[in-house]
Structure formats: structure tokens, C-alpha cells
């Protein structure tokens, strides 16, 4: 049983009760595949990231989070997007349902290697046409699609 279940634009969705901002990174190597972590609350492969805490900032929220979930050490070298939509709750176990509230920085590895944290199961470079066939929530699709098409604006929305 998972801890946690996304719904996106699902009428039988619980009401939110709560709103936290966090921050994921976009990284890639060499070859364009992305760095995922499969979540262990969810199953789902997803960008590392989570919750700002206290006395830090958004974009080091980013770089803590990337660390911890993955091993790498990165470095911030832009903005994917601001994804706000009240259609993405996420609803715990805990009964906390919280209300999407993303900022996805892009990120590029300056030291460290591939650890799995205990808050998931695997972490690796995923080709983006090898990630269409696994276990990903539609909104981190939609990232992944705002990164292949270039943009030249941040996504805000």
C-alpha cells in the first residue's frame, strides 16, 4: 500500500487542506537522460525534490533535496516552471492532501554519485523515450514534455 496518491483533474479528488512550497530539479547528462528516483511512497518515477524547510531558500530546498534523494551535488542553472494547479492534490496517509505547489529548477551535477535514499526504491539517467513506457504521474510528464520543448519563457501555471 502506497502513503501517498496524486490525483490530477479527478472530480472525486479530497478538497485540499494544506499548501507547501517545494522545489525539484530538471538534471541531465551528457546523453539528455534525465536523473528520476522512483519513489517509494508512490511507485512512480518522478524528478528529486520536496519541501522547503525553515531557514532556507527555494533554490537550496532544490540542491538539498536533489542531494539527499539521489548523492549528487548540483548546481542550479535555470527554471523549468512554477507549477501551481489547484487540479493536483496529493493526498497522504497521514490525512494531510496537500495542493500542488512546484518550482522545478534545471540543475547540473558538480560532484557525488548515484546513492538511493530511503525514500526510494531506485535512481538513475532514464532516456526520455524509455521513461514513456514506466510508472510516471502525469504532471511530471507534463515537465518533461515543458523540457523537451525548449522554451525559451519559464512555464507558470
Known amino acids: 500500500m502506497t502513503s501517498r496518491r496524486d490525483y490530477y483533474q479527478d472530480p472525486d479528488a479530497p478538497q485540499p487542506n494544506s499548501l507547501k512550497p517545494g522545489a525539484s530539479t530538471l538534471v541531465t547528462d551528457e546523453n539528455g537522460s534525465v536523473l528520476m528516483q522512483r519513489r517509494g511512497d508512490s511507485g512512480n518515477w518522478s524528478l528529486p525534490g520536496g519541501i522547503m524547510e525553515v531557514g532556507e531558500t527555494l533554490e ?22 512554477i ?44 532516456r526520455l523515450e524509455d521513461l514513456e513506457t514506466l510508472p510516471v504521474h502525469d504532471t511530471v510528464r507534463m515537465r518533461l514534455r515543458h523540457h523537451t520543448e525548449s522554451r525559451t519563457q519559464p512555464y507558470l501555471g
Do not use: K, N, W
Open 60 to 81: 537550496g530546498c532544490a540542491i538539498r533535496e536533489t542531494r539527499e534523494e539521489t548523492g549528487f551535488d548540483i548546481e542550479i542553472t535555470g527554471l523549468l516552471g
Open 83 to 126: 507549477y501551481t494547479d489547484p487540479a493536483h492534490v496529493i493526498a497522504y496517509a497521514d490525512g494531510e492532501v496537500r495542493q500542488e505547489f512546484a518550482v522545478v529548477y534545471y540543475g547540473r551535477v558538480i560532484s557525488g554519485e548515484i546513492t538511493v535514499s530511503d525514500e526510494s526504491t531506485e535512481v538513475a539517467f532514464i
